[in-house]
């Protein structure tokens, strides 16, 4: 194979391949600086098919092998070169563009540099690669094979088959949250639970949940408050508000108004039991 490049910058398209190729690297100097490669943003997909690569993300080392995809995004502090004596093979894709970077960014975020991606999504990202060496010869056919790799990308990380593990991976934090609702559940705590960094639990529960996890922990307050006032007539609004992880009675109270449109007390007597079933957000799930 060969390798392609199209100027960057030229055309104002929403994905721009600016390379894409295959290669063996064995025993020479190939070693890339994020910080190093101009001011022009662009990313790099590049999937290792055998041997061995480094990466240095963010202080973080890497060691890549066959089945690793790395994705970086520059300028950035990042590092990735062959090691003296090892060998490297891979294919890559190189874009940019407005909406290739955002959803770039996004899966970074989310998954970060090295991604272990399912084989069907490898074969679909080298038959882009190869279709921009041999057909990407117009701008516009360039692009729209570029965002097809930026998409298949996409769809391996949060499509249903992802979320359904994510799912699977929160369900020890929500199961934490119902079981110490009374006490204090920092972001920190939760992030600990689920073996994520705090940055990257915030936002895969927030895919997964639907809530950012502060918001989602509310919630789970409002509904067993609720149900504490419903089916515990004789426990004060003070001592409810304590079991559900509030100190100030008062701050209980005007939460619980603005989740419910009714104060702790007028819930009680009223007996407005259709938004326990509901829950909060007009019964959606939070």
Request: with cysteine; hydrophobic share 40%; proline share 6%.
């Amino acid at each position: 194979m060969r390798t392609i490049s199209l100027p960057r910058g030229r055309h104002r398209l929403h994905a721009m391949p600016t390379s894409a190729g295959y290669e063996i690297r064995h025993d020479e100097i190939y070693d890339w600086d994020g910080r190093k490669r101009g001011q022009t943003p662009f990313t790099v997909l590049q999937h290792t098919i055998s041997g061995t690569g480094r990466l240095r993300y963010e202080n973080r080392d890497y060691r890549l092998g066959a089945g690793d995809t790395l994705l970086v995004l520059v300028p950035h502090n990042h590092r990735y070169w062959l090691e003296k004596d090892a060998r490297w093979e891979y294919f890559w894709i190189s874009m940019n563009g407005e909406e290739a970077l955002r959803i770039h960014r996004f899966i970074l975020a989310a998954a970060g540099p090295v991604l272990r991606l399912q084989p069907e999504t490898v074969d679909h990202l080298a038959d882009c690669g190869l279709r921009l060496v041999r057909e990407g010869t117009t701008p516009a056919k360039a692009s729209a094979i570029a965002y097809e790799a930026a998409m298949t990308l996409y769809d391996d990380v949060f499509g249903s088959h992802a979320v359904a593990a994510d799912r699977s991976a929160m369900q020890p934090v929500i199961d934490y949250i119902n079981a110490n609702i009374g006490e204090p559940l920092p972001v920190e705590a939760l992030a600990k639970v689920s073996g994520l960094s705090r940055a990257h639990f915030s936002r895969v529960f927030a895919e997964v949940e639907g809530l950012p996890p502060a918001e989602f922990v509310l919630h789970q307050r409002m509904q067993k408050a609720a149900k504490l006032l419903a089916g515990a007539a004789l426990l004060p609004v003070k001592e409810i508000a304590i079991m559900t992880g509030f100190e100030d009675a008062n701050y209980f109270s005007k939460v619980f108004r603005r989740i419910y449109g009714i104060n702790p007390t007028e819930f009680r007597t009223t007996g407005m039991y259709a938004a326990i079933r509901s829950g909060p957000n007009n019964g959606q799930r939070p």
